[in-house]
């Protein structure tokens, strides 16, 4: 395996009389190929790893449902389990005229962050100050599993709105679907890596932001106070992503983000 990376640090610090500023950011970036592995010597030409990430993500590229037999009886043979209506269908991607794990693909990046970067930013004006922290990753993808959210039903799994409200539907009231139909028993044709589940989870998220006053000196000392501070705290406050949902570090553990805002008083004696 070849690696290579870079990281970057900046900041700055500036006083104005009663007025103050600090910025600092980091920005790093990490990438890796597979420059010599033992492959699987059955593997077509795109489904080898070499010369790819270590956690790059392979599966199988979707090219829509089956929406009725005749479209499954003139596609290629999908060899995962029975195909009904509804159901995943899949390129050809080696041309053999059978559909399987041959034709799987590098979809999107890995499930390890390329790029990371942050944004640290605060000022204070006589004793008024805010802090925040930016912080955010890209070139990175997610497998979308959680059971419930984006696998209904099955083993009595709960079914979102959002895959109810978007999966195929027999009688076409979903126009354009984006999940395979419902079904209570699984399937080993829809529920696989492929393009439907493997999307892009990069973000940017306000980690924390923090708005308060500190009481002059003058004033805390005459109740022998020796720092006093009052404070509004939001942490998690907004996530700018493409996960619709859920929150793109929540995915693997299926636990939503918490959110908070906290009011507080923070004094030395």
Known sequence: VYSYGTE?????????????????????????????TIEDPGLSENALRTGHPVNQFFGLESLGFFNDETE???????????????????????????????????????????????????????????DAMFQGVGNYSAYLSVPGIYRPI?????????????????????????????????????????SIWIKDASFLKLRYCNLYYQFPAALTEKIRIKDLKIFVRGMNLFSIDGIRIMDPESIDTGMPAERSISVGISAKF
């Open 8 to 36: 970057l640090e900046i900041g700055y610090n500036r006083c104005f009389n009663d007025f103050r500023f600090n910025a600092a950011g980091i920005f790093s970036f990490s990438r890796n190929w597979i420059a010599r």
């Open 72 to 130: 499954i009886e003139e596609h290629f043979k999908q060899t995962f389990s029975a195909v009904r209506p509804g159901d995943v269908k899949y390129r050809n991607q080696n041309g053999d005229g059978v559909i399987d794990e041959n034709d799987e693909v590098p979809i999107g990046y890995g499930n390890v962050p390329e790029l990371s970067f942050s944004l640290n930013i605060g000022f204070e004006y006589k004793g008024i100050g805010f």
């Open 154 to 194: 099955v083993n009595n799994a709960n079914v979102s709105e959002d895959y109810l409200s978007r999966c195929w539907m027999p009688d076409g009231s979903n126009q354009s679907p984006e999940y395979p139909r419902l079904t209570a028993t699984g399937s080993s044709n829809n529920y696989r890596l492929n």
